[in-house]
């Protein structure tokens, strides 16, 4: 079992034991897409003895129904789904559930009022939007509730985040950071002490999870079989920079992947396409 960093040389060229990584924009370019090349090179994978993790703040339907694989031993099919709240593991009978965070009566209740003043909150700068879901230990909040972007494909982001700034400067409102801000504030008001808020740029969630719990989990449990983190590929398509605030994927960085191999990648008709390597 090793910690230690890749070897010189392309870090890519050697024997890795597992492969965490994004699914909307990583795997897939988004979720109607085709899946079956991903689903065949994942349980090939797993054949040869490899745990993969896929990391989604999405819920098990979604990636189980677009993916659809059914690995068989030696190896390990894991979901670390609805951000940080839920891990499944797949065999040849489907996903079942091995750990989730369950809130309280009080923290849902709690999770509902900050929600609920943070849209007032935005309203007093003449923004309108809507919570439009309520996931799993999380609240969602549509910032741009318009027609044209009710579903936005992963590689419309570039026009989405325009389009989302362009909305915000015009109410006073200086980018996502703020927004998040007052969502921060808000949940805190209510009594939320370690409120997870995050934003897909659409959307602006409050919840007491996030990928972070994702990244711990699973880099845990392959710490616990054995399998260090110079043993593992991350892969994602937000590790860096998104409007302002921290890409998705940076928070599967957690304290024990130090070691790991980081790939960003980028999409090319469903071929996941190194684009960098970064060092971690």
């Given at each position: ?270 071929r996941l396409v190194p684009s960098k390597i970064l060092p971690w």
């Amino acid at each position: 079992m090793t910690g230690a960093p890749a070897p010189p040389g392309n870090p890519l060229e050697r024997r890795f034991d597992a492969f965490v990584f994004d699914w909307d924009g990583t795997a897939v370019p988004d979720r109607e897409a085709d899946a079956s090349e991903v689903r065949a090179l994942v349980e090939r994978l797993c054949a040869t003895g490899a745990t993969v993790a896929i990391v989604s703040g999405t819920h098990v339907g979604n990636i189980d129904g677009q993916l659809r694989a059914r690995p068989s031993p030696p190896g390990r099919l894991l979901f670390a789904l609805n951000r940080g709240s839920e891990v499944f593991e797949v065999d040849e009978s489907g996903p079942r559930i091995v750990w989730r965070r369950d809130a309280t009566p009080e923290e849902d209740s709690k999770l509902d009022r900050a929600a609920a003043l943070t849209v007032r909150r935005l309203a007093d700068f003449g923004l309108a939007t809507a919570i439009v879901s309520e996931r799993l230990n999380r609240r969602k909040i549509d910032i741009i509730p318009t027609p044209e972007w009710v579903d936005a494909p992963k590689a419309r982001i570039g026009e989405l985040l325009d389009a989302v700034g362009e909305r915000l400067f015009a109410c006073g409102l200086q980018g996502l950071g703020q927004v998040v801000q007052i969502a921060v504030d808000a949940a805190r008001e209510v009594g939320l002490d370690d409120p997870r808020v995050t934003s897909d740029v659409k959307h602006v969630e409050i919840g007491l999870t996030d990928k972070s719990h994702s990244g711990t989990w699973v880099f845990d449990d392959l710490w616990s079989r054995g399998v260090g983190p110079g043993l593992v590929v991350v892969a994602g398509d937000e590790f860096g920079n998104l409007g302002g605030l921290p890409g998705s994927d940076s928070f599967l960085l957690v304290d024990g992947s130090y070691g790991a191999t980081v790939v960003t990648v980028a999409l090319r008709s469903l071929r996941l396409v190194p684009s960098k390597i970064l060092p971690w």
